[in-house]
């Protein structure tokens, strides 16, 4: 029976889509259904067997020996993924951390040339080969060699990318297998602040982004050309290679443009991001599944955090101008292998002309980098930033009528130190230094005397 891991409270969408012999057993885990692609499984364990022990060195050694036996005759080319996954109990997260780390010492022990190529953490898209363990309980595990991995995967920032978007179109390329080329044209519905164009762009591609809000950052470039009008009215000149739509928009309204930007042979490729809000998701999937036997619906990971950009920004950044809605608050469905939230796919609709070009109609020009501004006040040239602006020398004074004095207070003469007085300086023949009125000298003739 196959294991199916997947976000915590999205287990009842897998068992729908998984269809008959499908169940719930516990927060991210469900059980039943072929080991094949899904949208809402992370991870698909295929027949994963059981493994106990006692203690944590006990049950690492149990895995060992299950993978040593099953690769016994096994021959490692190249990396193969080490995986370990846990419940949703709290404590079992760092025991599944040190259990990864006691079983691979165990392989490295028996096998280390293999040990060596082992490389953890969850594998690419698609079905693998490797050693994939799941955390039952802090004395037993689930075993397979075998998995089909989706989800999410995990990218680098980019600093010239206006938004985190760029990631969405990142992540598709990769995952579908191809991606705008130098020369390519492409129109991206919903733009700003541009992180799709730039996806494009920086590979050579000439975009046209077409949203009322403005481009940022590395959006702004020659081979960028911004028209500032409704997305939903766009009519492009002559066919297109990619067409990009990421919008804050109704799925429905997203599937019913894309229908007609398809009937009319308008792009010839496509990536689409569909945010189902209160939709039922699987509804949705099934109609951009329909629109064409081409068309790949790859792995899906889900979330329920909304985008990071403020309301206000995710309503710019809606080709259709419209503002930021309750619905918008829900819990999105990332299907086709996205970075972040919604659905894409990708069609090849018509063969590719080589005459095809993007033309710029009348009034239409190339965004234009806006001045840089200087930021003011700090010292970029030592380790910690360091205010250039200087405080005033003076002191704030103010008289008796509360209006401020500027300037430097008048210092106040600082206060002589008196001297100490020395006594006076006594004759050792005086009569005072032998403490009466007669003199020393007297006093030594008597003594000599006597």
């Known amino acids: 029976m196959n294991l199916h891991l997947c976000q915590t409270g999205y287990e009842a969408f897998l068992v729908k889509e998984l269809g008959a012999g499908a169940k719930r057993l516990s927060d991210g885990l469900v059980e039943g259904g072929e080991a094949t ?86 594998p690419g898209s698609g079905p693998a080969r490797g050693l994939f363990i799941y955390l039952e309980s802090g004395e037993r595990a689930l075993v397979t060699r075998e998995a089909f991995a989706g989800g999410q995967k995990r990218m680098g920032d980019d600093p010239q990318a206006p938004s985190r978007s760029y990631l969405k179109a990142e992540e598709a390329y990769g995952v579908l297998g191809r991606q705008p080329l130098a020369g390519d044209t492409v129109v991206d519905l919903g733009a700003a602040p541009g992180g799709w164009s730039y996806s494009a762009a920086k590979r050579g591609a000439v975009v046209m982004a077409v949203d009322n809000g403005p481009l940022k950052g590395g959006a702004v470039r020659d081979n960028v050309l911004h028209r500032a009008e409704d997305a939903f009215k766009f009519v492009p000149a002559q066919p297109v290679d990619w067409l990009f739509c990421d919008m804050v928009e109704d799925p429905d309204r997203i599937a019913d443009l894309l229908q007609g930007w398809l009937e009319r042979g308008w792009c010839r490729r496509f990536v689409v991001n569909l945010k189902f809000g209160r939709h039922d998701p699987l509804r949705v999937l099934d109609r951009a599944r329909a629109f064409g036997p081409a068309a790949r619906s790859c792995a899906c990971a889900t979330s329920t955090t909304t985008a990071r950009s403020s309301p206000r920004r995710r309503g710019l950044e809606s ?130 005397a006597l």
């Open 37 to 122: 692609e899904t949208c809402f499984a992370h991870l698909t364990l295929k027949d994963p067997v059981p493994a106990e022990g006692k203690s944590l060195n006990a049950l690492a050694g149990a895995i060992a020996d299950f993978f040593g036996a099953s690769a016994r005759e096994e021959r490692f080319e190249g990396p193969w993924p080490f995986c370990v996954e846990s419940a949703a109990d709290p404590g079992l997260g760092r025991r599944a951390k040190t259990l990864a780390e006691e079983t691979l010492a165990r392989v490295k022990s028996r096998m280390g040339r293999v040990a060596k190529l082992a490389a953890p953490g969850r």
């Open 319 to 448: 080709g259709s101008g419209r503002g930021y809605t309750k619905a918008m608050r829900q819990p999105r469905f990332l299907l086709a292998f996205l970075g972040l939230l919604g659905l894409s796919i990708i069609l090849p609709y018509a063969p590719a002309r080589a005459d095809d070009s993007l033309v710029l109609e009348e009034g239409d020009k190339p965004a234009k980098k806006p001045a840089k501004k200087k930021k003011k006040g700090y010292d970029y040239d030592k380790s910690k930033y360091k205010s250039k602006i200087e405080e005033p020398t003076g002191s704030y004074r103010f008289n008796e009528k509360g209006e401020p004095l500027y300037g430097e207070p008048k210092k106040k003469p600082a206060a002589k130190k008196k001297k100490k007085s020395e006594p006076p300086e006594v004759d050792p023949l005086a009569p005072e230094a032998c403490g009466g009125e007669t003199s020393c000298l007297e006093k030594k003739s008597d003594a000599d």
